[in-house]
């Protein structure tokens, strides 16, 4: 490449950016990755279980998914990812949760996470885990 030419294209910044968010939910710090989400994002969970749904809007994620959710751990909950993939407008995740719930059972769940970025900002998560051990252990959303 010419000097000056090595601009980081929009998939490269998209790796750039879920690596980011990655490094702080690896620390326990979700604001990087709650702030990273569009008003439209959508978080979709795939299977048949419980847990098999979507949720469509920021706000919703946050209130009616996420707050339910983090109410029932009893430790700070940390996220470390394996592997990223990025093509396009896509970036794949391969990662492990880790947190110790309020009723004394682990969940640190495997996951492949699919995000879709637009203009910097998170637009959609299809979200690939274990929905048994989320039933088993975290019960019905």
Same mark, same amino acid.
């Given at each position: 490449? !010419?000097?000056?030419?090595?601009?980081?294209?929009?998939?490269?910044? /998209?790796?750039?950016?879920?690596?980011? @968010?990655?490094?702080?939910?690896?620390?326990? /710090?979700?604001?990087?990755?709650?702030?990273?989400?569009? &008003?439209?994002?959508?978080?979709? @969970?795939?299977?048949?279980?419980?847990?098999? +749904? *979507?949720?469509?809007?920021?706000?919703?994620?946050?209130?009616?998914?996420? !707050?339910?959710?983090? *109410? +029932?751990?009893?430790?700070?909950? =940390?996220?470390?990812?394996? &592997?990223? @993939?990025?093509?396009?407008? !896509?970036?794949?995740?391969?990662?492990?949760? /880790?947190?110790?719930?309020?009723?004394?059972?682990?969940?640190?769940?495997?996951?492949?996470?699919?995000? +879709?970025?637009?203009?910097?900002?998170?637009?959609?998560?299809?979200?690939?885990?274990? =929905?048994?051990?989320?039933?088993?252990?975290?019960?019905?959303?």
């Amino acid at each position: 490449m !010419k000097p000056g030419l090595d601009v980081p294209t929009t998939t490269q910044r /998209n790796k750039q950016l879920m690596q980011a @968010i990655f490094a702080e939910l690896a620390q326990g /710090n979700g604001r990087p990755f709650r702030e990273a989400m569009a &008003d439209d994002f959508c978080w979709k @969970i795939a299977g048949q279980g419980a847990w098999s +749904r *979507e949720w469509k809007g920021k706000q919703t994620v946050l209130q009616d998914l996420l !707050k339910p959710l983090y *109410e +029932r751990f009893e430790t700070t909950y =940390t996220n470390q990812a394996d &592997d990223f @993939i990025a093509e396009g407008d !896509k970036v794949v995740v391969q990662c492990r949760g /880790n947190v110790m719930t309020k009723s004394g059972q682990r969940y640190d769940n495997h996951y492949c996470m699919v995000f +879709r970025l637009e203009g910097g900002q998170l637009r959609e998560l299809v979200e690939y885990m274990d =929905t048994e051990l989320a039933a088993r252990v975290l019960g019905v959303p």
